[in-house]
């Protein structure tokens, strides 16, 4: 049984950094794509950045890139995102999502269906 529990989420002011952290257990970590998608209540979860199981191709949404960045740590089974210079609309529960995929599938995966895997979500909240 595949589990992914995030953390790291809080309230920050604007400009603020956090580091959210997803740790995998069960499964082959290292045959995860994993990636980070967003969701405010009442809206459609929306993807915010990938990572390619050997951590050679990263993929951000156009709303977040030079400000967050995406990591793997295959030895830790783990994935980060750092967030910085946050703002108000960044705010939402953040997941992390899992995809076993072959290793030269470094295809933007960007809608939640087609992963298979996901955490219970974190929340960050971003005040102005």
């Known amino acids: 049984q595949v589990r992914l529990v995030e953390s790291g989420g809080g309230l920050v002011q604007a400009g603020g950094s956090l580091r959210l952290s997803c740790v995998v257990s069960?499964?082959?970590?290292?045959?995860?794509?994993m990636s980070w998608f967003r969701q405010v209540p009442g809206a459609e979860r929306t993807f915010v950045a990938q990572?390619?199981?050997?951590?050679?191709?990263?993929h951000y949404a156009d709303s977040v890139k030079g400000r967050f960045t995406i990591t793997k740590d295959n030895a830790k089974k783990a994935a980060y995102l750092e967030l910085n210079s946050l703002q108000p609309e960044d705010t939402a529960v953040y997941y992390c999502?899992?995809?076993?995929?072959?290793?030269?599938?470094?295809?933007?995966?960007?809608?939640?269906?087609?992963?298979?895997?996901w955490g219970q979500g974190t929340q960050v909240t971003v005040s102005s």
């Open positions: 999502a899992a995809k076993d995929t072959i290793l030269t599938d470094h295809r933007i995966r960007a809608t939640p269906g087609e992963y298979q895997y």
């Open positions: 990572i390619s199981r050997n951590s050679g191709t990263t």
């Open positions: 069960g499964g082959t970590f290292s045959r995860y794509t």
